[in-house]
């Protein structure tokens, strides 16, 4: 009995210094062998604490011969809106995305649970508030040397003055911000009520000095050289209401749970305004969170989301005292977005806050047992009393003594099952990283066996096989390019080059299936498909029918009639091209290149007149831009010339201060042409055709 007592007791103590040690270096996780060396480092070691720490409950309830669990009042939000988000995702079309983001958003809700159960004393409520301090000095105190250009780090990714170890200044504003009230409550004390501080307050305060010193440095930079991205609050107003009203074929489902967790990227490209095209700085940006994480919440987890988020503010907000960081993470949520890490830290925030008050009052947070009660009928049913409680008799304790076993074996099952996919992703992700390396230094052998390494690892990345498709039309047109003109390559070089295509087609394939929302998919294998026009059969059809599906997922995204217009121009449909130039330009009437596009389809079908008002429009729009206008004032003197008379120059078009790449839309490889063709898949999922209608025109009085 006494040595049950001492390890139950040591797993208190290992439980309580995990916990420690995650709140240290939770914002300190940087790592440059991840594809993203900031939210993925953090990511693990949050899951890898947060499952052990699961474990470790659940040794301890059997050894304890009982099921202990601390009950809070904020229990059935946090359950309530965890189950949301995993149903969103379940629903979701775009379901591997949003259920690989869905289980990340669980383990930070867990954190909350491992907190509440762990924390029931004073002493480990301080202990972890101390914990939580020195990570946010050492963040303030990374943020001011890295401001000063003191380097710590030898990496050269983090030597730039506006470094931060949250990935953000925006994220590591908002996280300092969060944790200075309770860095700066002792000076607030002292200067209230002039009483002397022990030691522990005066590290504190000393603390919150150094916390305040980086957080004025975060807003410093943050206003002045590294202004944050951010989506305007009218624009995820609109995403978010049309997500949850107008997701034709799901009405239902997008109204009550949205269009998935982790699925904002979609909804934006899908329901974004023309208007939204008059941004000059943002307009060619996909934004993957919304203007606050309330709007993102309502688009993506639907009206039950918001609810039962809305259920959690209400019950932390019924709370007295108020818990000054958790009230700040809350107003937060409601104006900026929360990125993973400020996500985590929000669970934490609440996990402490029901800690402390379970401290000071016992009849909204006390311990709970579990225990299994035989029915008359001989059913079984739970029976919650209270600690202390006596139980019904001997029998029933006997009979609960099951529960704690198998409480123990569910937790470590799910920790297997979800432990065992994680590790696939986390490697995959590495290999991932590594093929990038490759690429960087144009070894593309090399970057072509990390990346199958990595599909092979963990098969339902879109983005994986998105750039695999890239890697093996690169290889394949690497080798064609090779072969001297008029002569014929090997068989063994010929097959590779078609083993390579197919394997670059069925990857493009194999993103589009996994992601079906995502335009970009279908954008990636529309240009596979171009790029073997005249080699594959029906290539330009499957490359047509491609873009075509990219539209309908980005409908007002000017670039992508482009692209169709391009892939017109290329099979000489000149018609065509032209309807898919104006286009563009009826979305964003200061968009040169696609005047400048429209000009040379125009040219190409014997309209000079009209392709020479179309240069005069880019020549008004590049006025700023040295380098075009030279350009394209050399092609209008070459047109005039054709035309046998010159035009007056075309306006009002104001000059544009965003510089452009004037050029004619082109493939970016193109595979020499097979007589007769190659037989290719065509795209293996259905895609929807175009509308028919024109895109609403953006209002000129706008520009």
């Known amino acids: 009995m006494q040595n049950k007592k001492e390890i139950i007791s040591y797993l208190d103590n290992i439980s309580l210094f995990l916990l420690g040690i995650l709140f240290i270096a939770l914002p300190l996780m940087v790592t440059t062998i991840t594809t993203d060396p900031f939210t993925l480092p953090k990511q693990v070691i949050l899951a890898v604490i947060v499952f052990v720490l699961m474990a470790a409950f659940g040794v301890k309830m059997v050894l304890e011969k009982g099921i202990k669990i601390r009950r809070t009042p904020f229990d059935v939000p946090v359950i309530s809106l965890g189950a949301v988000v995993l149903a969103s995702s379940l629903f979701a079309v775009n379901r591997i995305d949003s259920i690989t983001a869905s289980i990340t958003f ?44 003191i380097y710590a780090l030898p990496f050269k990714e983090t030597q730039f003055q506006a470094f931060s170890t949250l990935g953000s200044l925006l994220d590591q504003a908002i996280y300092l911000a969060f944790l200075l009230p309770v860095a700066a409550y002792p000076i607030a004390k002292f200067i209230k009520k002039k009483v ?28 002045t050289t590294q202004r944050p991205i951010m989506l305007p609050l009218q624009s995820g107003f609109q995403t978010a209401f049309a997500a949850i009203s107008q997701d034709n074929g799901r009405v239902a489902q997008g109204f009550f749970l949205g269009s998935g967790y982790g699925t904002f990227g979609t909804d934006f490209t899908r329901f974004k305004q023309p208007t939204f095209n008059l941004n000059p700085d943002l307009w060619s940006f996909t934004f993957y969170r919304s203007s606050s994480f309330i709007l993102e919440l309502l688009a993506t987890t639907g009206i039950l989301g918001l609810l039962a988020f809305l259920a959690l503010v209400y019950r932390v907000v019924k709370e007295r005292p108020f818990f000054a960081p958790l ?34 009052t016992n009849d909204r947070f006390f311990d709970i047992e579990l225990q299994l009660v035989a029915l008359k009928k001989g059913l079984i049913a739970f029976e919650m009393p209270q600690i202390g409680q006596v139980t019904q008799s001997t029998e029933t304790s006997e009979k609960s003594k099951i529960l704690p076993f198998g409480f123990m074996l569910v937790t470590l099952a799910f920790i297997g099952f979800l432990g065992y996919y994680a590790v696939g992703y986390v490697s995959a992700n590495l290999s991932f990283q590594k093929s990038l390396v490759a690429a960087s230094k144009n070894n593309g052998s090399e970057a072509y066996q990390a990346q199958s390494s990595a599909i092979e690892k963990f098969k339902y990345s879109d983005a994986y096989y998105r750039v695999f498709s890239q890697t093996n039309l690169a290889l394949a047109n690497s080798l064609a390019s090779q072969v001297p003109q008029g002569a014929t ?18 990857a493009a394939r194999n993103a589009a299936t996994i992601a079906p929302q995502t335009s970009a998919n279908w954008q990636n294998l529309s240009s596979i498909y171009r790029s073997l026009i005249g080699f594959g059969q029906d290539a330009e059809q499957f490359a047509v029918l491609t873009a075509q599906q990219a539209v309908v997922l980005d409908p007002n995204n000017p670039q992508l009639y482009i692209n169709l217009g391009g892939i017109y121009y290329q099979i000489g449909d000149w018609d065509k091209a032209s309807n898919q130039f104006q286009l563009a330009i ?67 078009k104001n000059p544009s201060d965003q510089p452009e790449n004037l050029q004619v839309n082109e493939p970016s490889a193109q595979l020499p ?3 007769p063709p190659v037989k290719i898949p065509e795209p293996q999922v259905r895609v929807t055709p175009v509308p028919s209608e024109t895109p609403a025109s953006t209002p000129a009085a706008e520009l």
């Open 106 to 149: 669980l383990i930070a809700v867990f954190s909350y649970f491992v907190i509440t159960n762990t924390v029931k004393d004073k002493k480990s409520v301080m202990f972890l508030m101390s914990a939580l301090l020195a990570g946010a000095v050492l963040v303030s105190l990374s943020s001011v040397f890295s401001f000063f250009k």
């Open 489 to 506: 390559p090997s068989a063994e070089t010929q097959q590779t080059i078609y083993t390579l295509i197919q394997q670059s087609i069925n």
């Open 196 to 223: 002397r501080l022990n030691p522990q307050e005066i590290g504190f305060s000393v603390a919150g000095i150094i916390i305040l010193v980086g957080l004025s440095i975060s807003i410093y930079q943050l206003m």
């Open 586 to 652: 009826n979305l964003k009437p200061d968009y040169s290149n696609a005047y400048y596009n429209l000009g040379h389809a125009l040219e190409q079908k014997q309209d000079l007149r009209g392709a020479l008002a179309q240069y005069q429009v880019v020549k008004s729009l590049v006025a700023n831009d040295k380098e075009n206008l030279k350009r394209i004032e050399e092609e209008i003197k070459v047109l005039e010339q054709k035309v046998g008379q010159q035009q007056p120059t075309a306006g009002p």
């Open 673 to 675: 042409k097979q007589d």
């Open 327 to 360: 009230v700040l993470a809350i107003i937060t949520a409601f104006m900026l977005p929360f990125s993973y890490i400020v996500l985590a830290f929000f669970f934490i925030l609440l996990g402490m806050f029901a800690a402390i008050q379970g401290t000071k």
